[in-house]
């Protein structure tokens, strides 16, 4: 059974950073890692920082230059390193896996980041 724990939230000031994690059990990074999302108060649930069906990173126009995703296989942990932080960056941030064999998308339960004066 694939679980993932997100952590690492918090507030921030705007132009801050953060860092979270999503250590994964139940499936090796190495060969399928996860992606991040997020969930903003009355918004829809959007992609952050996830795969292409080719293997590169994919980026939202909205973070590009500010995030980056990166991982630690001998810890089955992926990061989601957060830079110049913006008010509009304030949500609930999951991670999600796509099991390779069955499709199924598995989520974390997420980590909340408020980014406020």
């Known amino acids: 059974q694939v679980q993932l724990v997100e952590s690492g939230g918090g507030l921030v000031q705007p132009g801050g950073s953060l860092r979270l994690s999503c250590v994964v059990s139940?499936?090796?990074?190495?060969?399928?890692?996860p992606g991040w999302y997020r969930q903003a108060p009355g918004k829809q649930r959007e992609m952050v920082a996830d795969?292409?069906?080719?293997?590169?990173?994919n980026y939202a126009d909205s973070v590009k230059g500010r995030f980056t995703i990166s991982r630690d296989n001998a810890k089955n942990t992926v990061y989601l390193h957060m830079n110049m932080l913006k008010p509009e960056d304030t949500a609930v941030y999951y991670c999600?896996?796509?099991?390779?064999?069955?499709?199924?998308?598995?989520w974390g339960q997420g980590t909340q980041v408020t980014v406020s004066s």
């Open positions: 795969r292409t069906s080719s293997g590169s990173p």
């Open positions: 999600r896996l796509r099991e390779v064999i069955t499709g199924r998308l598995d």
């Open positions: 139940g499936s090796a990074i190495s060969i399928n890692p």
